[in-house]
Nanobody, 129 residues
Framework: VQLQASGGGLVQAGGSLRLSCAAS????????MGWFRQAPGKEREFVGG????????DFAESVKGRFTFSRDKAKNTVYLQMNSLKPEDTAVYYC???????????????????????WGQGTQVTVSS
């Protein structure tokens, strides 16, 4: 499994970025996908993701209403649309894939990092004030 994240960069506060994560070597119907971020000196944080069905969740309270998660299973790609960016959104953003081992899954389960066995290389997002 390979995950290639892209779309990061430098943006002013209030701006937008769209991250993409292209997956290869996996079947979209067998993997849930998540986005995590890690800021300098802070722990990795789950921000949101999408299940195999395409249902998505914006998990982190700090991003609710600003970040939108989506998934294109035909392209084996997940997206993170980030609007109204704030300096505190500055971090390296990682996409990750978690093999689905059950038919039903509460979306909150996507937040558990131990479920993920494949990680992308990360893409830097820097928001200037």
């Amino acid at each position: 499994v390979q995950l290639q994240a892209s779309g990061g960069g430098l943006v002013q506060a209030g701006g937008s970025l769209r991250l993409s994560c292209a997956a290869s070597g996996l079947t979209a119907s067998s993997y849930d996908m998540g986005w995590f971020r890690q800021a300098p000196g802070k722990e990795r944080e789950f921000v949101g993701g999408c299940s195999v069905s395409g249902s998505c969740i914006d998990f982190a309270e700090s991003v609710k209403g600003r970040f939108t998660f989506s998934r294109d299973k035909a392209k084996n790609t997940v997206y993170l649309q980030m609007n109204s960016l704030k300096p505190e959104d500055t971090a390296v953003y990682y996409c990750a894939a978690a093999p689905r081992r059950s038919v039903f899954l509460d979306l909150s389960e996507l937040a558990k990092p131990w479920r993920y066995n494949s990680w992308g290389q990360g893409t830097q997002v820097t928001v200037s004030s």
